[in-house]
């Protein structure tokens, strides 16, 4: 089982549609949760963060279940520009492990 | 513009070439970070150096030598390498490494391609 697991996707939805992505970890232990952002072609970027239970930022909503081990990151009134791959991160044990990412691409 | 620039941000060689990959960072961190990331793949950690000390290398072919001089810069030297070695690499820095100091930044990459 890989440590963290996405769907690759893509997810393909119109401008205005509200999309969710879940990813798993199989580390129990983690206890630091991240969802980043990368265009195609470019280098990774932090989005957000997630210590607690859960985080949100203007359109943008993640949640931690720790319970059954799985981290979610919901984006409302998607823009064009959210166009991106989607890199759920976890953090335990003193490393960051990386998902493969999620692709959304948001269509006028 | 996030404060860690990487050079070249393209690099073609041979396989019998010798090139070194340079990572700067003006973000005053004390780790930095080498990744490989491969097409469809999740990005792989390759080294880590916390205050100019080797602290993580992740079972790397030798053919790959990080070198690390002071706090603000990163190095990776590249010798006889293979084609499957044509990846995405990346440098990243952060405060530190407990778990309210890895949030990681990244320079934007050097794309190696290996004929």
């Known amino acids: 089982r890989k440590e963290v697991e996405q769907d690759p996707g893509p997810f393909n939805v119109p401008e205005g549609a509200t999309v969710a992505f879940n990813c798993t970890y199989s580390?129990?232990?983690?206890?630091?949760f991240f969802w980043y952002r990368q265009d195609c072609r470019k280098e990774p970027k932090l989005l957000m963060s997630?210590?607690?239970s859960g985080n949100e930022d203007g359109r943008f909503t993640a949640q931690l279940n720790r319970a059954s081990q799985y981290i979610s990151l919901l984006i409302r009134d998607s823009k064009l520009s959210d166009s991106a791959t989607y890199l759920c991160?976890?953090?335990?044990?003193?490393?960051?492990?990386f998902g493969a990412g999620t692709i959304l691409r948001v269509k006028s | 513009e996030t404060g860690v620039t990487q050079t070249p941000r393209h690099l073609v060689m041979g396989m019998t070439n010798k090139k070194s990959l340079k990572c700067e960072q003006h973000?005053?961190?004390?780790?930095m970070y080498w990744y490989k990331q491969s097409a469809k793949k999740p990005l792989e950690l390759m080294f880590v150096?916390?205050?100019?000390?080797?602290?993580e290398n992740n079972s790397v072919p030798s053919r790959f030598s990080p070198e690390c001089p002071n706090s603000s810069h990163l190095f990776l030297h590249l010798h006889t390498l293979q084609p499957e070695d044509s990846a995405l690499y990346l440098c990243?820095?952060?405060?530190?490494?407990?778990?309210?100091?890895?949030?990681?930044?990244f320079g934007a990459g050097t794309r190696l391609s290996v004929l």
């Open positions: 150096y916390s205050l100019e000390e080797r602290v």
């Open positions: 973000l005053g961190h004390n780790a």
């Open positions: 580390n129990s232990a983690s206890q630091s």
């Open positions: 991160v976890v953090w335990g044990g003193n490393k960051l492990v």
């Open positions: 990243a820095s952060s405060h530190g490494r407990d778990r309210f100091k890895n949030i990681q930044y």
């Open positions: 997630v210590y607690s």
